[in-house]
């Protein structure tokens, strides 16, 4: 196992942590999506996956953390140009990226969150 990962490991279980989320834009991907991505851009969005994310993920996955991303990206923001047919954001596009990077049985564990409170008028 890379020592990094190790490391990373032995903290976090030092520290009874249970859960690690990742950012997706910038922290699991090595690029922006803007909440604007379009469907014929995610092969390549997804090919960013950072080396972070793509190698510590399984490793937590086998001591038992649970995986999880975030992101501003909301499926409310598709409005105006930003279409569903032209378009992938919010917890679809954390999905393909989970889903395309790991395997299956990582990829069913992961919790995503995909909210951006601008698009969203009660508050919440």
């Known amino acids: 196992m890379n020592p990094v990962v190790e490391e990373c490991i032995r903290l976090l279980r030092r520290d009874h942590i249970k859960v690690v989320a990742f950012d997706m834009d910038q922290t699991a991907v090595a690029m922006l999506s803007r909440g604007r991505l379009r469907r014929n851009d995610l092969q390549f969005y ?17 001591y038992g953390f649970g995986p999880a991303i975030a992101t501003h990206s909301d499926e409310a923001e598709f409005s105006g140009d930003v279409k569903r047919e032209t378009h992938i954001l919010g917890s679809e596009l954390a999905k393909a990226l989970v889903d395309t990077t790991f395997p299956a049985p990582i990829a069913r564990s992961f919790f995503i969150v995909a909210y951006n409170p601008r698009w969203h008028f009660d508050g919440m």
């Open 46 to 62: 997804i090919s960013k996956a950072s080396p972070a994310f793509s190698e510590l993920i399984p490793a937590l996955f086998d």
